[in-house]
């Protein structure tokens, strides 16, 4: 079974930067997308940033684009997320996914994504 484990979630102030990482084992994982997402409490899980199969577009939601960038090292099977300028309004849980088919396009909606890890908790303190 496809499986994710993201890494790399803690506390930062305000400002700060941080990199989020995720593991992927159980399929070949150059050929599909993969994206991440945050849930922050009382919150509906949001779309944050994706990224093809062969890094050659990606996408960020409007609240993060500009500070986030994200990242795939395809020897390693990893998926990183940089986060850089973080706000208050960042401190979620972070979600690592990938679809169980090959998509040929970015995804943003968590309903096409059906692997998921179990998420990093990042906390933004003032």
């Known amino acids: 079974q496809v499986q994710l484990v993201e890494s790399g979630g803690t506390l930062v102030q305000t400002g700060g930067s941080l990199q989020l990482s995720c593991k992927v084992s159980g399929r070949d994982f150059t050929q599909y997308i993969m994206g991440w997402f945050r849930q922050a409490p009382g919150k509906e899980r949001e779309f944050v940033a994706a990224?093809?199969?062969?890094?050659?577009?990606?996408k960020y939601a409007d609240s993060v684009k500009g500070r986030f960038s994200i990242s795939r090292d395809n020897l390693k099977k990893t998926l990183y997320l940089h986060m850089n300028s973080l706000k208050p309004t960042d401190p979620a849980v972070y979600y690592c996914?990938?679809?169980?088919?090959?998509?040929?396009?970015?995804?943003?909606?968590?309903?096409?994504?059906?692997?998921w890890g179990q998420g990093t908790q990042v906390t933004v303190s003032s």
């Open positions: 996914a990938t679809p169980g088919q090959a998509y040929g396009s970015i995804r943003t909606s968590p309903q096409d994504y059906d692997y």
């Open positions: 990224i093809t199969y062969m890094s050659a577009l990606t």
